[in-house]
């Protein structure tokens, strides 16, 4: 007959993992933090081969974590700021394609408003975010979605998902198999446009890339 023994867990073996699971998340925010530093100090210096007058902090977001904000003076001095996330900064750093110019280029947007442009007030309170949400952000995508692909059958609107919450919507009705549908979450749109990004991009660029999908663009 063979004889069995039940292994109990002591209170030692708990102390060990619970030592061994914050040293890992120890670990692990240290190299957040250093993924941030080395993040922010690149943008920097991309900026810098543009512009003289450059400055910068990293603030978090509670839902999407750091956000990497920059300042940049033009020739009379006049501030304009905007705003990046960790993940599109990191991606576009590692892909190549000239990155310098590519955060240069929000700056030269923002610069065709004379007199600089600081960051828009944010919402004090869900009313206001939803009147916001309301009356600027979602009617400012409509337009834009419909004007970049003018002439085409193109659906927007707003749905429901189950994961993100309220999300714009949008796509092409004319495809029949497989996706057709670009959903980005409403907060997602409102963080973008609080930090003088234009939401419509991401949607804009979803689309192009469901278009290409389809072989309906180069």
């Given at each position: 007959m063979k004889q069995t023994m039940n292994k109990e867990t002591t209170n030692e073996e708990i102390g060990e993992n619970q030592e061994q699971e914050q040293d890992q998340a120890a670990k692990a925010q240290e190299q957040l933090g250093e993924l941030v530093k080395a993040v922010f100090h690149n943008g920097l210096v991309?900026?810098?081969?543009?512009?003289?007058?450059?400055?910068?902090?990293?603030?978090?977001?509670?839902?999407?974590?750091?956000?990497?904000?920059y300042q940049v003076k033009d020739d009379s001095d006049n501030a304009y700021v905007t705003g990046f996330l960790l993940r599109e900064?990191?991606?576009?750093?590692?892909?190549?394609?000239?990155?310098?110019?590519?955060?240069?280029?929000?700056?030269y947007e923002l610069m065709k408003t004379p007199g600089g442009k600081m960051l828009p007030r944010p919402p004090a309170?869900?009313?206001?975010?939803?009147?916001?949400?309301?009356?600027?952000?979602?009617p400012q995508c409509m337009a834009a979605v419909r004007?970049?692909?003018?002439?085409?059958?193109v659906h927007v609107g707003l749905q429901?998902?189950?994961?993100?919450?309220?999300?714009?919507?949008?796509?092409?009705?004319?495809i029949k198999d497989g996706n057709n549908v670009c959903a980005v979450p409403l907060h997602l749109l409102l963080t973008q446009m609080l930090l003088n990004r234009d939401p419509s991009e991401i949607i804009i660029q979803g689309l192009y890339n469901i278009r290409k999908e389809h072989g309906l663009e180069s």
């Open positions: 991309a900026l810098k081969t543009h512009f003289e007058d450059v400055e910068g902090q990293v603030v978090n977001q509670e839902v999407y974590g750091p956000v990497f904000m900064l990191v991606a576009r750093f590692q892909s190549g394609k000239d990155p310098a110019s590519w955060l240069a280029s929000f700056f309170s869900e009313d206001e975010a939803k009147a916001m949400i309301d009356n600027v952000l979602v004007e970049e692909f003018d002439g085409l059958d429901w998902h189950n994961e993100y919450g309220p999300v714009f919507e949008s796509g092409f009705p004319e």
